[in-house]
Every structure is written in C-alpha cells, then in structure tokens.
C-alpha cells in the first residue's frame, strides 16, 4: 500500500537554523496518526512545512502520488489538505460563520448547507454564537472553530496541530472524541500534532515521536504508550 | 444660511472625490501594511486617460450622447488605470514583499516620480482643458441675488459616489473574493491555508482601489474642466489625510474621511481662507496623527494574545 501522505528526508530551515533535520514520516487513507514531542521539537514545522510554508529545503513531501514539495500553499490546500493550526488563526474580525465560508471556499461552497449542519452537530456550540466574532469567542470555541473551519473545506486529509492546547479536560475530551468519531464513520485521515501525548497515542493509529527535529521513534498508538523512553519522558506526572 | 448650504453641496462633492481615492490607500494598506504614495498619481493619470477617451469620443467618433460618454469613459478609465496599479504592484511591489518595511514604501515614491513625469514628458506641462459638461445648474434658494444652486455634474458626481460605495460595500462583505480579501488583511498565512491565493488576491485589490480613484479622476476632470501632471499630488495626499482621519484600514472611515476633508476644505475656504485651504486640510493630517491616530473609525493596533 502507497501511503497518502509521505514525507521523505525533510529538511527544514528558519533562515540558517535547521528546524528540521530529515524528517519520515508516512500517513496512509483511513488512519489517525500522531506527532509528539516537548516543545520545540520542530512539530509545528512539519505541518505547516506540509502546506510549504516554509517550504522544505530538502527532501520531497508527496501527496497522493503527487510531489507537493514546491507548490504553493494555496494549491497545496485546493489538493483537499486541511490544516487546523497552531495558534487556531481564527479570523477574529469576521463572524463565526464567515470563518466557516473560509473553509467552504475551497471546495467552491458547493455543500456549504449540508456541511454546516454537520458542524452543528460536532460541534453544538457554534450554532449559538454563529453571528458572534470569531475574536470574542472563548479558547475552546475557538478551537472548535478551527477545526469546523479545516472540516469546512471536505478534506482527504486533516492536520490538527494541538487541538487540546490550553483547554479544560472537559472540551478536550469532546474534541477528541468529535475526531474519533469522522475517522469512525467518514474514514477522514487525520495527522495529529499533541503535547497531551496519553490522549493522542491512545486515540491514533499510529504515533511517531519527534526530538529537535528528528523522528526517534514510531510505532502503533499501543506500543509507544508502553515504551519505558516515551512514559518517562512524555507520560510521568499523570495526564 | 445660504452661504452654509452652497458650500455643504460644494464639500459633499469634493468630499465624494476625496472618499474614493481614500479607499484606495486604505485597502493597500490594510492588506500589506503599507502606504501607496503612487496612489494619488494613479488617480492623475486615470484623468488624463478620461480626458484621451472623450477627446476620442467625442471629436474622431462623433459620439453626442453625453450620458453614452461618460458611461463609455468611465469604464475605459477604470480599465486601464486598473491595469496600471496592477503593473505597479507586480513590478515595484511584490519583488519587494518580505523585505524590510519601507522598501516598498520608497518603491512607491518612485513610482509616484515616475508616474507624474511620464505624464509630464508625454502629456506636455501645462494644464490639459476639457470643453464643459453638464453645465446646467438647478437653482436651490435665491435670497437677493444669492443663488444657491446645485449642479447638475454636482449631483452626478454623489449619486455615482454613493452607486459605487454600494456595489463595493457588497463586494468586500457579501462575495467570495471580499471574503477573501478581509481574511488577507487579517492573516495572510491563515488564508493561504484556505486555499485562497494571497498574491492575486493583493493584485485584485491594487485593481478595485485604482478603478475607485479612476472614478475619481473623470469626476474631478469633469468637475474642475483641466487636468494638471501635476495633480495627483495635493488630491491624493488629501485622500490620504482622509483615509489616515477615517482610521487607516477601515473602508467606512476612508469615505467619512473623505468627505469631513472635502467639506472642512471648502467651509475654510468660504469663511476663512482660500489661499490657506490647503494648510487646514493638512493640518488635519497632523492633528489627527498627534492626538488620534487610530483615526475616528480605526481599531487600535492590539491583536489577539
């Protein structure tokens, strides 16, 4: 089986410092898999280097059968890769459903009514405050949000970077099981960046963990909660 | 009173001028932060193609119709001033994207040199006459021998104003492309990762903004009768105040800009001054930067944590 999404030998650099340092990462149709390292790590990188901003200086990003390395985020993204970024970048000047027409544009607003409704039942929240500002939504909203907004656009593949960044275990928990359940019964294929790495080994797939800038472990969700490596470093102190 | 309500129609109609250039500037700097100093040349040269058009019109095609046109130039200097401010931003702008803050805005002077002297050196220097449009005046008030009148051109230039004002308020809030447009000017990184191409999107806007002040421009032909190289300068760094006293970035305070500097310009002049008309609306300029410098319609500069 080709995977969906594979990223070879990828080298990252901010001006002249390497963020990262060759990084493998694979992602086939239908899974979850995960990304988790301490700060830094270069976690954030490899997503947005995914969507070529920054591009990868060396090393090859293929999406699909296709070379995405050197095509512009814009076409990246119309290639049905979604991202829900770092930071949630909701757009805090338009409404919370002009935040959903963002992400409906990309697939040319064809299903924007059907999709909303879908958002609705995700996510309940954003139906009350869909005339609201995306700025004066709380932290959790906001990530819901941003995750509705990524969904918007009818992704192949999905990148969630830290959606429990900063949340009450409560909204965690919903967020985590909202992506449960579109892997469950959509088959979405999500790649999942997360500091809260109890939850996000248990959820994916698979997971692969990420030290300045290189990958040092991989394996299934199951095998890495059990490492010795992984407990002591990203487990201890309870979750 | 009749003084007052002469000079308010006179103001709403240098005001309408004014507003629509505004926009211009607060568009291209709501998107990539910087101030379009070429802008007002553009508007200058969007009068002189008004002028090469009707000149066509009327005198080698034998056009009548002075409804026919005006439409007719209109669209022509709407089109080719569009076509100008796209290849100013393509050719001095985006190379420079990414480089330091005033780069592009010292590119943009340049462009603005360059711009009022090829007209200069194609045009010729002295003043360009058009032959009179629209002369007809309906008289308001007559309070012995004062008429208070309103010009038929007068109420052309703020029934077009405010016709375009509307189109274009729908464009930016209810269609894809002002969606897009907004999403830019407040992340330009998040919108990409929409699928939303940034650089056509910042020509797109380069394009509106010149066909507002190409509007501009044919009204102030058609209101003044002459036109100037020379012209672009003190009209343009007018919209600029007013685009700045709006609060640089909003839409809705560019025209409420445009339209307190036009009718402060023309109250100074009827009461006070004529000579120092240009001084008052430049001391605005300075005023509002000292005491106000979000402007009356501006956000202040606090972002998201």
Known sequence: MTAMLSVTGVKTYYGNIVALKGVDVEVNEGEIVTLIGANGAGKSTLMMTICGSPRAREGSVVFNGRDITNLP???????????????????????VYENLQMGAAVDGNTHFQDDLERMFTLFPRLKERLHQRGGTLSGGEQQMLAIARALMTRPRLLLLDEPSLGLAPLVVKQIFDAIRDLNRTEGLTVFLVEQNAYHALKLAHRGYVMVNGVVTMSGTGKELLERPEVKAAYLEGGH | MDVFLQQLINGL???????????????????????????????????????IAFLLLTTVLGITSIFLVLAIVLVVAMIFTGLTSWAIERVAYRPLRGSFRLAPMISAIGMSILLSNFVQVAQGPRNKPLPPMLPDVIVLMDNNGYQVTL???????????????????????????????????????????????????????????????????????????????????????????????????????????????????????????????????????????????????????VEKV
């Open chain 1, 73 to 95: 985020t814009h076409e990246i993204m119309r290639l049905k890769i979604a991202q829900s970024p770092e930071g949630r970048r909701i757009f805090g000047r338009m409404t």
């Open chain 2, 13 to 51: 109609t240098l005001g309408s001028i004014y507003g629509l250039i505004a926009i211009g500037y607060t568009m291209v700097f709501g998107i990539i932060g910087m101030v379009n100093f070429a802008h007002g040349d553009v508007f200058m040269v969007s009068a002189f193609i008004g002028l």
């Open chain 2, 151 to 301: 010009a038929y051109k007068q109420m052309f230039i703020m029934i077009l104003t405010a016709v375009l004002l509307g189109g274009f308020w729908f464009l930016v809030q209810k269609t894809p492309l002002g969606r897009a447009q907004r999403a830019c000017e407040q992340d330009r990184k998040m919108a990409a990762l929409l699928g939303v191409d940034v650089d056509r999107t910042i020509s797109l806007t380069f394009i509106i903004g010149a066909m507002l002040a190409a509007v501009a421009g044919v009204m102030y032909l058609m209101y003044y009768g002459v036109v100037n190289f020379n012209d672009g300068f003190v009209p343009g760094v007018k919209a600029f105040t007013a685009a700045v006293l709006g609060g640089i970035g909003s839409l809705p305070g560019a025209v409420l800009g445009g339209l307190l500097i036009g009718l402060i310009e023309t109250f100074w002049s009827a009461y006070f001054s004529i000579e120092y008309k240009d001084v008052a609306a430049f001391s605005i300029l300075a005023i509002t930067l000292v005491f106000m410098p979000q402007g009356l319609l501006g956000r202040p500069e």
